[in-house]
């Protein structure tokens, strides 16, 4: 993706001429930005644990397009794919405790690979912001343009409904591993008669996707999350029937 300039042309024509090329190359890159960044991101996703390996990115790919499509509003839909590939790629350093950050490493490791492929700094800059703006802790900082606003729902949308619930189990599964102890317990303690311990149950579950359901700051966001919040409620009754020995 090297510049291609052309000494053939006279002084002022060649201004021309550039101004042109880099009209072309803005209009390429816009098309190839993509695939290009998930070229670059999918390898960092390699040791990558179940709930945020490769696959959470390409959903969150897939639902970040589902809600641009509804989302009304101009949106900078290359920006906000991108963003969605690489928003990950700092987890499973975080995860192997060798960063502390996995939203700002991402951010920064984001701007540095895609300036190496010649990237437009304006729209490096927009995929960082997007990045930087995709957690829930309290340094992270609110999403505040429609592409932030959209990775961030798409992101909290991939843990709800039944990939959600999954998801949630497998990160319960790992925070229990990294505290050396289990964190929660599955069981219904207002169901359960013989749950002798102080350990959350299944409401840490659903407290943690109802959080995520109440963060979504779209339109198109909220509808599909109230969906997938439905199905959640089905599962817990489901749950609780089965805790219960009645199904
Ligand atoms: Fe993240
Ligand atoms: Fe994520």
Same mark, same amino acid.
């Given at each position: 993706? *090297?510049?291609?300039?052309?000494? +053939?042309?006279?002084?002022?024509?060649?201004?021309?001429?550039?101004?042109?090329?880099?009209? /072309?190359?803005?209009?390429?890159?816009?098309?190839?930005?993509?695939?290009?960044?998930? =070229?670059?991101?999918?390898?960092?996703?390699?040791?990558?644990?179940?709930?945020?390996?490769?696959?959470?990115?390409?959903?969150?790919?897939?639902?970040?397009?589902?809600?641009?499509?509804?989302?009304?509003?101009?949106?900078?839909?290359?920006?906000?794919?991108?963003?969605?590939?690489?928003?990950?790629? %700092?987890?499973?350093?975080?995860?192997?405790?060798?960063?502390?950050?996995?939203?700002?490493?991402?951010? &920064?490791?984001?701007?540095?690979?895609?300036? /190496?492929?010649? &990237?437009?700094?304006?729209?490096?800059?927009?995929?960082?912001?997007?990045?930087?703006?995709?957690?829930?802790?309290?340094?992270?900082? /609110?999403?505040?343009?429609?592409?932030? =606003?959209?990775?961030?729902?798409?992101?909290?949308?991939?843990?709800?409904?039944?990939? *959600?619930? &999954?998801?949630?189990?497998?990160?319960?599964?790992?925070?229990?591993?990294?505290?050396?102890? =289990?964190?929660?317990?599955?069981?219904?303690?207002?169901?359960?008669?013989?749950?002798?311990?102080?350990?959350?149950?299944? +409401?840490?579950?659903?407290?943690?996707?109802?959080?995520?359901?109440?963060?979504?700051?779209? /339109?198109?966001?909220?509808?599909? %999350?109230?969906?997938?919040?439905?199905?959640?409620?089905?599962?817990?009754?489901?749950?609780?029937?089965?805790?219960?020995? =009645?199904?």
């Amino acid at each position: 993706m *090297g510049r291609i300039v052309c000494c +053939s042309q006279p002084p002022h024509l060649r201004s021309q001429l550039l101004s042109r090329q880099d009209m /072309e190359r803005q209009s390429l890159m816009t098309q190839e930005l993509v695939p290009l960044a998930r =070229k670059l991101a999918v390898p960092y996703y390699q040791n990558a644990l179940p709930a945020h390996d490769q696959f959470h990115a390409s959903r969150v790919h897939d639902i970040a397009r589902r809600l641009a499509s509804e989302y009304e509003g101009a949106v900078e839909r290359d920006v906000l794919f991108a963003a969605a590939w690489f928003h990950d790629i %700092g987890r499973p350093l975080e995860t192997a405790g060798e960063i502390t950050d996995h939203v700002e490493w991402g951010a &920064v490791t984001a701007g540095e690979l895609l300036q /190496e492929e010649e &990237v437009a700094s304006d729209r490096i800059a927009e995929i960082q912001d997007s990045i930087r703006s995709h957690g829930i802790r309290a340094s992270s900082p /609110e999403p505040s343009t429609p592409e932030a =606003k959209l990775l961030f729902d798409a992101d909290k949308l991939d843990a709800l409904g039944a990939v *959600g619930i &999954v998801r949630m189990s497998c990160i319960l599964g790992e925070q229990s591993g990294k505290a050396g102890d =289990k964190i929660a317990v599955i069981d219904d303690s207002t169901i359960s008669e013989s749950i002798t311990t102080n350990l959350p149950d299944i +409401s840490l579950l659903r407290d943690r996707a109802r959080k995520r359901l109440e963060l979504l700051c779209t /339109e198109p966001g909220q509808r599909v %999350g109230n969906a997938r919040w439905e199905y959640i409620e089905e599962f817990l009754d489901q749950f609780r029937a089965e805790i219960d020995a =009645k199904r």
